[in-house]
């Protein structure tokens, strides 16, 4: 599996999600809303910075709060939203988006607070 297989899948999964949520929730048609559309940018870029990198957890079972409060509220309204509907309309992605939830939980304290300090500088 190369480096960014990873983090591809999960900005294609977030992008998909986001698109679900912004259908249903805001009436919107070929195009995303300008709220939705700022919250797939926030969240490509918070993918492209995760230091986790491939090994990456879902970004709603993640440690490291990365997200800015208000676009932590809005990313699990999408999530919760679209998680089950994925199953259904893009079951691979909604599988490996399952697996890729198992993956590690547990960070290590240590880390976690160098990694807590690194996000301040
Ligand atoms: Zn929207």
Redesign the pocket.
Known sequence: MSLSVRIEREKRTVGIMIAM??KH??N?QQN??A??MELTEFANTRIDKCIFQEDKPVCSECEVHCYRKDMRDKIKQVMRFAGPRMMYQHPILGIRHLIDKRRFKYIDPKVYRSLKKQDNQ
Do not use: G, N, Q
């Open positions: 949520y912004c929730k805001h919107s995303l809303c709220e939705c």
